[in-house]
C-alpha cells in the first residue's frame, strides 16, 4: 500500500548538515511542515558520528592552513554551534574545553607560529604564545626525550569549546526541533532512491516504494548528494572524489591537549593531529590519514558503481588529477597515506609522523582505529579543472539544492543550515526569525 505525505520543505540525509537544518527551519522560520529522511536507523552512523571525524570544534585558531580571514569566517559559524551547545546545556556532556594548540617544530615553525600569533592576536585575543618551557609545564610528553636544540612554541588555548560530539549534537537538533509546534516529521530506514520533478514541486520515491512530496528540497545526503544531482541533471559540471580519513590510537594517557601540527599549504587535506577521544576514555587518536577511495561511504556499504557515477571520469577530471600528481609534495604524500593503510607496515610508518608530537612514542605504542573515520566528499570542479578544498553547494534556483560538506563541516552545520533556511524562505515566501536566531545563537 502506498502512502502519501506532503511536506514544504524535505531534508534528505540525518547527518549533522541535515539534522542542523531540521532544527533551524523548525526554531526560526514560518515553515509548518518539514520532513527529514536517514537510510538507517539512527541519525549521523556516518562522517558525523563521534567515530567518523576527529570531534574538533574549527574555531580558526589552531587551523594553519586558514588566511586570517577565512579563520574570521570560520570562527563564525564555530560561535553558533558553540552558542547552540551552552543555550541548551549541552556542555561537558556532549562538548568539552579540551586545551588545543597549533603547535610549531624546529627554528622555521616557530618562526611561522611566532608571525601567526602577532597577525591573529587582535581577533583571536584569548590565544596564548607558549614557548617551551610553558609547554613543558602543559604537556610534558611534548618535550620529553626532544633533541636539545630543537626549538618548538605554539599557540594555545584552553578557553574555547574545541572537542564535540558532533553525533550526539545532531540528536538533539531532532529533539529540539521537534519542541517547536510544527509538523515535524523524522523517517529513518527510509532511504530516497529517486527524486522526481514535477512543475515547480518535487516528488521523493524511497526504495520501499513509498512516495512524499515536497514544495522545496534540500539533498544532504554526503558524498551521495551529487549522484541525485547529476540525476536529475544538475552539478554536471563536478564530480566528487571521496578521500577516506583512518585514525591510529594510543592508550597511553599522554595528553590533555588537541595538538594540531603546520600544515603545508600545498596539501589538500589535514596535516595530522592528536586529539584526546572524547568518546573512548583515556585513548589518544593520531590522525587522520589521507587516502582517495573508490566508494562513497567509508565502512558501510561498498557503492562502488555510485563512486563511479559520481566521480565521473572525463579529460578534465583526469587533468586535475595528473597536476595534483606532478607536485612532488603531493606525491610523496599520497604514497606515505597509501602506507598508513598497509597491515603489517602501516605502525611503523605511521609512528613517523607523530614522533614529531610525542618524540618517546614507539610503534608498539600505537595501533589502527579499525572500523573508526570517514571519508571526505572532496569536489572537482571540472569547468575550472580545480580540486574544491570546503564545502560545495548547488543550489538550482528550482526549489532543490544540494551540499557537499567535507571538512569543516560539522563545525559548519548552523552556518550552513542558515544559508539554506535562507535559501529555502526565500523561495516559499515564508518568514526567517532573525531577531529569535540572532538573539540565541550569535555572539
Ligand atoms: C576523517 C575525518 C575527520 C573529520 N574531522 C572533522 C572535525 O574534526 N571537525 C569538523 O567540523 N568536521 C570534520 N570532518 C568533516 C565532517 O565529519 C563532515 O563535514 C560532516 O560530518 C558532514 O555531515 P553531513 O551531514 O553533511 O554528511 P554525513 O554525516 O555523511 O551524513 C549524510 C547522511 O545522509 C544519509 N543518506 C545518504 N544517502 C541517503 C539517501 N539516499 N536517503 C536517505 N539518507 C541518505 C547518510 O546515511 C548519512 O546519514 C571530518 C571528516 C572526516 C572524514
Not at 596539501?267 to 593520531?286: E, G, S, W
Not at 579529460?315 to 606515505?336: C, H
Amino acid at each position: 500500500m502506498q502512502k502519501h505525505h506532503h511536506f514544504e520543505v524535505a531534508v534528505i540525509g540525518g547527518g549533522i548538515s541535515g539534522c542542523a537544518l531540521f532544527f533551524v527551519l523548525s526554531r526560526y522560520t514560518d515553515i509548518s511542515s518539514i520532513a527529514l529522511f536517514e537510510k538507517y536507523e539512527e541519525v549521523a552512523t556516518i562522517n558525523s558520528n563521534a567515530k567518523g571525524n576527529s570531534q574538533t570544534l574549527h574555531c580558526g585558531d589552531i587551523e594553519t592552513n586558514y588566511t586570517l580571514e577565512k579563520a574570521i569566517r570560520t570562527n563564525k559559524t564555530a560561535s553558533m554551534l558553540e552558542r547552540y551547545i551552552k543555550l541548551f546545556g549541552y556542555e561537558n556532556k556532549y562538548a568539552f574545553k579540551t586545551p588545543k594548540m597549533a603547535l610549531g617544530v624546529g627554528e622555521k615553525e616557530v618562526a611561522y607560529i611566532k608571525k601567526r600569533y602577532e597577525d591573529f592576536k587582535n581577533d583571536f585575543s584569548y590565544m596564548q604564545l607558549l614557548n617551551k618551557d610553558q609547554l613543558k609545564e602543559k604537556e610534558p610528553s611534548l618535550i620529553e626525550d626532544r633533541d636539545t636544540n630543537e626549538d618548538i612554541a605554539a599557540m594555545w588555548t584552553d578557553t574555547r569549546i574545541s572537542a564535540v560530539d558532533f553525533g550526539e549534537i545532531s540528536k538533539t537538533f531532532i529533539q529540539n526541533a521537534k519542541e517547536e509546534d510544527k509538523q515535524t516529521e523524522v523517517f529513518l530506514n527510509t532511504e530516497i532512491e529517486k527524486i522526481e520533478e514535477i512543475g515547480d514541486k518535487f516528488i521523493l520515491h524511497t526504495k520501499k516504494g513509498e512516495q512524499f512530496y515536497s514544495d522545496y528540497v534540500v539533498v544532504n545526503a554526503g558524498a551521495h548528494s551529487l549522484l541525485f544531482a547529476h540525476s536529475m541533471g544538475y552539478g554536471l559540471d563536478y564530480s566528487v572524489l571521496p578521500i577516506g580519513g583512518s585514525f591510529y590510537y594510543t592508550d597511553l594517557d599522554k595528553l590533555k591537549s588537541k595538538v594540531y601540527t603546520i600544515q603545508n599549504p600545498k596539501l589538500p587535506f589535514a596535516a595530522v593531529h592528536a586529539d584526546p577521544d572524547i568518546v573512548q576514555d583515556f585513548k589518544t587518536r593520531f590522525g587522520p590519514t589521507a587516502i582517495a577511495l573508490p566508494k562513497l561511504q567509508r565502512y558501510k556499504d561498498k557503492h562502488f558503481i555510485e563512486f563511479l557515477e559520481s566521480l565521473s571520469p572525463s579529460s578534465e577530471v583526469l587533468e586535475v588529477f595528473y597536476d595534483l600528481l606532478k607536485d612532488d609534495d603531493i606525491r610523496d604524500y599520497i604514497a606515505k597515506n597509501v602506507m598508513y593503510e598497509i597491515p603489517g607496515i602501516r605502525e611503523k610508518m605511521f609512528v613517523k609522523e607523530i614522533k614529531k608530537i610525542v618524540p618517546t612514542i614507539t610503534e608498539d605504542d600505537i595501533y589502527f582505529a579499525e572500523g573508526i573515520g570517514g571519508l571526505r566528499p572532496q569536489v572537482i570542479d571540472k569547468k575550472n579543472k580545480k580540486l574544491l578544498l570546503g564545502e560545495a553547494k548547488i543550489d538550482t534556483k528550482k526549489g532543490i539544492v544540494f551540499n557537499m560538506t567535507p571538512s569543516p563541516g560539522a563545525t559548519s552545520c548552523l552556518g550552513n543550515a542558515l544559508g539554506d533556511a535562507k535559501l529555502a524562505c526565500l523561495h516559499l515566501e515564508k518568514e526567517f526569525r532573525w531577531l529569535k536566531f540572532n538573539k540565541e545563537l550569535i555572539y
